[in-house]
T-cell receptor, first 112, second 118 residues
């Protein structure tokens, strides 16, 4: 079956670093997305990985290991505004239209 | 650019009522889709469209209809509302069609419609 696992909730301290993990089991793989979603708002795009390795974008980095079916999102110098849910989504070419399979999201709580 | 817009933001229906959720985008995106988001679950695809006049079913299409008469608009119709359809509905669009190894199908989401069916 197709499955994406993320921790339900994480807590971190302002100014610290946090790593949010995502593991996936899909029939195929053609890219992984991370989105940020503040409470009551729409998801917004953070990062995209299709090859193994680390992609860095300012305070946010995303890592992918295709052989392990594993990705993580690393957030540095945490700010209160980073309190949000982080959604992992995998593009699966198992059907002809490459639909995204979404994880349930990780709610990140930042404490002062 | 307004991006992706959705109306209404909130809606309460009684079981059996019908209604249409509106979605529009002004980015000339080919691909549009409707998702529902429920607590503890990932976004689930209801219907999608790869261009004007072309629509297809997603993972959870039952009870919903769509049409795509223009590139800009992609309304979602609830035929006979049921309490199980209580959810937050997001419309999304992307420039490119989903294809292998490309980020051009990064999806832009509307603000959502929070629907309650009593």
């Amino acid at each position: 079956g197709q499955n994406i696992d993320q921790p339900t909730e994480m807590t971190a301290t302002e100014g610290a670093i946090v790593q949010i993990n995502c593991t996936y089991q899909t029939s195929g793989f053609n890219g992984l997305f991370w989105y940020q979603q503040h409470a009551g708002e729409a998801p917004t795009f953070l990062s995209y990985n299709v090859l193994d390795g680390l992609e860095e974008k300012g305070r946010f980095s995303s890592f992918l290991s295709r052989s392990k079916g594993y990705s993580y999102l690393l957030l540095k110098e945490l700010q209160m505004k980073d309190s949000a849910s982080y959604l992992c989504a995998v593009r699966d070419p198992g059907d002809s239209n490459y639909q995204l399979i979404w994880g349930a999201g990780t709610k990140l709580i930042i404490k002062p | 650019n307004a991006g992706v817009t959705q109306t209404p933001k909130f809606q309460v229906l009684k079981t059996g009522q019908s209604m249409t959720l509106q979605c529009a985008q002004d980015m000339n995106h080919e691909y549009m889709s409707w998702y529902r988001q429920d607590p503890g679950m990932g976004l689930r695809l209801i219907h999608y469209s790869v261009g004007a006049g072309i629509t297809d079913q997603g993972e959870v299409p039952n009870g919903y209809n769509v049409s795509r008469s223009t590139t800009e608009d992609f309304p979602l119709r609830l035929l006979s509302a049921a309490p199980s359809q209580t959810s937050v509905y997001f419309c999304a669009s992307s420039y490119g069609l989903p294809r292998a190894g490309s980020s051009t199908d990064t999806q832009y989401f509307g603000p959502g419609t929070r629907l309650t069916v009593l």
